[in-house]
């Protein structure tokens, strides 16, 4: 049996560069689909729930509320 569901993922990080470069190696797998690129934590806690990731990567240091924090 195959597995066709992909890993839900969304990027948080205050620079929009590093997300974008972020999001252009990950879609080049099969098996992954970036469902947020998200600017900070306060904006990932807020949209969270719609978004339902299945993986968040986010940088710990960031304006406003940092990742720790955030996690």
């Known amino acids: ?6 890993i839900r993922i969304v990027l948080v990080d205050d620079h929009t560069m590093v ?4 999001a252009m190696m990950l879609n080049q797998l099969d098996d992954v689909q970036i ?3 998200l600017a900070s934590g ?5 949209k969270i729930s ?4 299945d ?3 986010m940088d710990i240091i960031m304006k406003g509320m940092t990742g720790i924090e955030t996690t």
Do not use: Q
């Not at 997300?19 to 972020?22: G, K, S, T, V």
């Not at 306060?42 to 807020?46: D, I």
């Open 1 to 6: 049996m195959f597995k066709t569901d992909k």
């Open 19 to 22: 997300r974008d470069a972020l």
């Open 35 to 37: 469902v947020g690129s």
């Open 42 to 46: 306060e904006e990932l806690l807020n």
């Open 50 to 53: 719609s978004l339902t990731p």
């Open 55 to 57: 993986i968040v990567i």
